[in-house]
């Protein structure tokens, strides 16, 4: 993809966490873009640092968390080193953000109404009146039923599959290019997720909205995304389009955590059959082995792997960052 | 059926969820009751894994704490190897028989005493059931615990934060088998975990029940784990058993509506290109549960019997379904 393509740039970024025994490096060097109407999932363990790097995009780091070196660009223009009032009219207006969990994001004292309402008004020219019809419209197009009466609602009164539906239209409410979704369904019964994942796919493609979905859940990558980055101690282990990293992924990290998640029916018949398992756990921020940080875990480790971080490389029509690939 | 272990006999549980007394004389409010089990009745095989799936309410959890006798049944009858279990009258007399089994927790973080060495966790058990006659064969039983589940028996020495949430999961699995369970109650054992990590947890657990004959229940809301683990699997509802079925039947040819509606919004790791069936609604409050079938407000074949009247569950082919729509041969 052609950088002038790409709606979200995001080149060696870098976020850090200074602490009193040393600087902890949580997302090192990462690099991705997404191009208009394109959903780019994020997946990783806990700890992986995905919802670091999606909310070192919008920069919303929690101190002492800053981002320590890299560029995000939206739209061709540099925002990792904005003014935070020039930023501020660029969150909610060009990048909308969801989060895991619908009832911290809505304030329990106004009504969704007066929310989305007060949002709209904060980055468009338009009415009052105009605001509350486009209210309306955005509460009916994320599919919440009788918006006239709902829209009056306080977020308490709402369920929570309806409250992210509440969520996702505010995020909605200034159009804007890009969306950051972190977990969105993660709280969220099946029924319900199902519901949600068909609400963002159609939004993409209809709005030609760039959507950066950040999950740990496989199954919502596989069925959302169009192409996936699959992240490990703070590096990408692997990125490419969503069939070719499920089906043929190449870097022993990613076979691995597709081997280990149970896929339905699969093991039928077979009792017991045996799931594919990872040894070990993911390093803590500061016991990041040398070299590559998977290399403690890696039944295909060699010699260099300890010594040598291997970069992002062509693999078919993926990249990975694994010397097997070199 | 003689090989069953643990028999529950039209289980039920009420919550009491009233508001204040004051708030109810000055508002005029009446006592407000929560059906959180109802009628639930299931017979666990020896040896088997039997697994209840169902979405965040629906009873699961309360089924697992009424089995284990956390929580007194409100109704039904609980046996457990031929002798009840839920009677509180009795609980002295069966504490030999309850003690044969024991229970997993959902989150490894809150199930452990922070303030407590692993070594304590482990031989609680032992202390409290008097299964150790000493302090050396103590140490002994809870190193050898530890290793059973891919734990060092020095770890016996650290505190739980040393660990990490699957180590932690291993460390409760310990403790539950101090004991020497036949039957283990596992109440979402992964669901804290991350994927790599649960693929270990599971496959210990499968190890541990073909070496030691464990019985388990095994609660989640995952059905790609469920379908991984599981022999049988029940489907609750708004604390109804809506299905029980062996588990290559009930995935390749789900019977309820509900069941159907539940595969159906799997995600599709395969990409095979089918779509998921978005569902339409949501679950019911469950303090006002529709009449009749409590799935039918939600379900594409309800007819006005399935709004009238509660569907019994009834045997149809090798699962058990509460369906009007089933048994009348419309779907």
């Known amino acids: ?326 | 059926m003689s090989d069953a272990l643990l028999k529950l006999q039209e289980v039920g549980r009420d919550f009491d969820v009233s508001r204040p007394w004051l708030n109810r004389v000055l508002e005029g409010l009446p006592r407000q009751r929560l059906r959180a089990v109802d009628s639930v009745s299931l017979d666990v095989r020896r040896g088997e894994t039997i697994a209840l799936v169902g979405e965040s309410g629906c009873g699961k959890s309360t089924v697992a704490r009424l089995i284990v006798g956390l929580w007194q049944p409100s109704r039904g009858r609980i046996e457990f190897d031929g002798v009840e279990i839920s009677n509180p009258a009795t609980r002295a007399a069966t504490s030999q028989v309850r003690r044969r089994m024991q229970m997993i927790f959902q989150d490894p973080y809150a199930s452990l005493n922070p303030r407590w060495r692993v070594r304590e966790v482990v031989a609680e058990p032992l202390r409290v059931l008097g299964l150790a006659s000493d302090e050396a064969a103590i140490d002994r039983r809870v190193a050898e615990l530890l290793r059973q589940v891919g734990l060092a028996a020095e770890d016996a020495e650290k505190y739980p934060h040393e660990f990490s949430g699957g180590q932690r999961q291993r460390i409760s699995i310990a403790r539950a088998l101090s004991a020497n369970p036949e039957f283990l109650v596992c109440d979402e054992p992964t669901s804290a975990l991350d994927v790599s990590v649960q693929a270990q947890i599971l496959n210990l657990m499968t190890d541990l029940q073909e070496k030691l004959g464990l019985t388990y229940l095994f609660i989640s809301h995952n059905l790609a784990v469920v379908s991984h683990i599981a022999d049988r699997i029940g489907v609750m509802y708004l604390g109804r058993l809506v299905e029980v079925a062996p588990a290559e039947d009930l995935f390749s040819r789900p019977q309820h509506p509900y069941t159907r509606m539940l595969l159906d919004a799997v995600p599709d790791l395969e990409m095979s290109g089918k779509q998921r069936t978005p569902v339409a609604g949501e679950v019911p409050n469950p303090l006002s549960p529709p009449s009749g079938c409590a799935f039918h407000p939600r379900c594409p074949h309800a007819n006005d019997r399935c709004r009238m009247k509660r569907p019994a569950s009834v045997v149809s082919g090798t699962a058990t379904v509460a369906c009007h729509a089933v048994q009348e041969g419309r779907i």
């Open chain 1, 1 to 326: 993809m052609t950088p002038a393509a790409a709606l979200l740039e995001v080149k060696d970024l870098r976020v850090e966490f200074p602490t009193r025994r040393g600087t902890l490096v949580a997302v090192d060097g990462i690099s991705f873009a997404i191009a208009p109407g394109e959903v780019l999932g994020v997946v990783g363990e806990s700890g992986a640092g995905k919802s670091l790097t999606g909310m070192a995009v919008i920069r919303l780091l929690e101190p002492p968390g800053r981002i320590a070196g890299g560029e995000v660009r939206l739209e061709g223009e540099r925002i990792d080193n904005l003014p935070p009032d020039q930023l501020r009219r660029i969150r909610g207006r060009r990048i909308g953000a969801i989060f895991q969990d619908p009832l911290t994001s809505l304030n329990p004292l106004y009504t969704v109404g007066e929310q989305i309402v007060q949002t709209i008004l904060t980055h468009l020219q338009v009415s009052p009146q105009e605001a509350r019809e486009r209210a309306l419209g955005l509460l009916r197009e994320v599919g919440i039923p009788a918006p006239e009466s709902r829209i009056d609602h306080y977020p308490h009164q709402f369920s929570g599959g309806m409250r992210q539906r509440v969520v996702i239209a505010l995020a909605l409410c200034a159009e804007p290019r890009l969306i950051i979704a972190d977990e969105p369904t993660t709280a969220l019964d099946v029924s319900i997720q199902a519901q949600i994942i068909q609400l963002l796919k159609r939004l993409a493609r209809e709005h030609g909205t760039a959507v950066m979905l950040i999950t740990h859940d496989m199954g919502v990558i596989a069925e959302t995304a169009d192409r996936v980055a699959v992240m490990y101690a703070g590096r990408i282990a692997e990125i490419g389009p969503v069939r070719e990293v499920i089906h043929a992924p190449r870097h022993p990290y990613t076979v691995g955590l597709m081997g280990s998640i149970p896929k339905l029916g699969a093991g039928m018949g077979k009792r017991h059959m045996r799931l594919a398992q990872i040894e070990g756990a993911m390093p803590r921020l500061n016991a990041i082995p040398p070299g590559c940080s998977f290399n403690p875990r890696c039944p295909r480790r060699m010699e260099r792997c300890m010594r040598e971080r291997p970069a992002l490389v062509t693999a078919g029509t993926n990249q990975t960052a694994c010397w097997l690939y070199e």
